[in-house]
């Protein structure tokens, strides 16, 4: 039984190793043994960058961790409207970051490689962002709702609304202002898998009950 409890874990991991870090951060591997880890948030592990990734190794505001700290701490950096100042908040795909004292804006973006492409955008369009419907239920006392792929929950949704279809959600005030059908005609984008970053018009849908839908771009 000693054995046993000595070799129980305690906790999440705190760490992560360089070489184990999603390619899409593109940090290089002579950078030293250690990456910066995501705090946990509202995108996976795999599927999202550390907010220190983008000011030290993409946009170049800083040249240390300690210069990330100071920028955060200062309340200048705001994701999706909310000021952060975690240095390891995760950011993922359609993430709006605005930054006040320089008056930028950037959406978070796949290039067609899979990787994460920091997309600078207009103050107009950085107020709202496009989710992807992944639940669609009945809460309590049957209050419908819908969940999005980061980590949203809007109740009282459109009912035309279904699990897959995209809404363009007003960041303020976290309320839908429009949604596309996920159905063929419509322009989309892959954010998972081999083709992660490809953008093409869905032609056909095919359904295979008890498996995986197969979706021709």
């Not at 975690?86 to 004292?101: A, S």
């Not at 990787?115 to 989710?131: G, S, T, V």
Request: glycine share 8%.
């Amino acid at each position: 039984s000693f054995l046993r409890t000595a070799r129980m874990v305690r906790g999440p991991k705190r760490h992560l190793k360089r070489l184990h870090a999603p390619k899409s951060w593109m940090l290089s591997k002579l950078g030293g043994t250690w990456a910066p880890r995501p705090s946990t948030g509202p995108h996976k592990l795999r599927e999202c960058m550390p907010l220190i990734v983008l000011l030290r190794n993409r946009l170049k505001y800083a040249l240390t961790r300690r210069e990330v700290l100071n920028i955060v701490m200062q309340r200048l950096v705001q994701v999706d409207g909310k000021v952060r100042t975690d240095t390891n908040y995760p950011l993922g795909f359609q993430d709006v970051i605005t930054l006040d004292r320089t008056g930028e804006h950037f959406r978070i973006m796949y290039d067609t490689k899979g990787r994460f492409a920091i997309h600078r955008i207009e103050p107009a369009e950085a107020k709202y962002k496009l989710c992807r419907i992944k639940r669609q239920q009945l809460g309590s006392k049957g209050i419908p709702y819908v969940v999005t792929h980061d980590g949203r929950t809007v109740r009282y949704p459109n009912p035309d609304i279904k699990v897959n279809d995209t809404v363009q959600l007003d960041i303020e005030t976290g309320k839908i202002m429009d949604f596309a059908k996920f159905e063929a005609g419509q322009i989309a984008m892959v954010t998972s898998g081999r083709n992660i970053g490809r953008v093409g018009t869905i032609t056909k849908r095919e359904k295979h009950p008890g498996s995986y839908e197969i979706v021709h771009m």
